[in-house]
């Protein structure tokens, strides 16, 4: 970099340049804080049970934040230090406590910090449903569950979770999905002989682990983050696991970036008690049963396409219950308050043995 002139780098005065900008960033994220503690305020001045975590205001600042970036950093980089700003600021409004799939280090975990960022408190659950009854309780306000694998499919517990449950998806946060052969120091490379993971991440591995881990025992854990903490002390072991289990257990990468498809993410959700306003990109997801008849899949989509809805899934799941013979699970573009996705679900329903609409939310920004 050179400035106009052409004089040579002078780095003492960039250094001093960034403290004089650093000191500016510092008065004006203060000065955002402050405004933040001065909506919590206002939200409790004309509510007393006020919610203070909008994920719609969200959603619409870190857009705005991706619209407006100058550069030279990166759109994403940008939004990610906005949100850790935000997340600060809603401690300062009140801490809010999240429950995810644990156990720590995760790649549920890794997602609930990018939705709400690292001021959030967020609670390792063994279980999909012990996330759903801890938000249930109000033991935590949102819960962080995956719900499909662009590799896998769909997280079938999550959405039999929801079949039972009354909370509402509040939002959505996209993961690439990145696996690593993982050692510890204890571990010799050359006698590798036993690979620890989750069933979904072998899978997702599978053609990597017969070209390169062939006579290896593959051995199926709860989670990652457990295939990453029984490594610690096997000489002839190695975990299939991604980042922050690497981190959190100190393991070393034999091979990065393993999983057979490169463009592996997976999709998480984010549960609370509350509905959503709209944000301007939003999504609705509803879950609808029909009696097992000819024809049912066919009413069931035709308002969506006669409406122009744009659907982004559609899963169908086997009922739990004598009443429910098929359960469809449709994500659309839209939100409930809007008069075409309030008239087509209204068809809907009137077509359905029943429907429950699961929440309207932002569509996931980062
Ligand atoms: O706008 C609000 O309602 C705020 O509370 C402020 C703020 C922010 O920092 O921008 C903080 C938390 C909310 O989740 C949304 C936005």
Redesign the pocket.
Known sequence: MSDSSNAPLDLAALRQRIDTIDSELMRLISE?ADC?QQ??HV?TADDPDAV????E??AQ?LRRVMENNPGPLHGEEMARLFRE??SA??AL?KPIKVAYLGPEGTFTQQAALKHFGHSAISLPMAAIDEVFREVEAGAVNYGVVPVENSTEGVVNNTLDSFMDSGLHISGEVVLRIHHHLLMSSVTRQDKISRIYSHPQSFAQCRKWLDAHYPHAERVAVSSNAEAARLVKTEWHSAAIAGDMAAQLYGLDHVAEKIEDRPDNSTRFLIIGNELVPPSGTDKTSVVVAMRNEPGVLHDLLEPFHRHRVDMTRLETRPSRTGAWNYVFFIDFKGHIDQPDIASVLAEVRGRAQDMKVLGSYPVGVL
Do not use: D, G, H, N
């Not at 203070?52 to 994920?55: A, C, D, G, S, T």
């Open positions: 955002r933040a909506v919590a939200k203070f975590y909008r994920p205001r969200e600042v700003i935000m600021c809603l409004e």
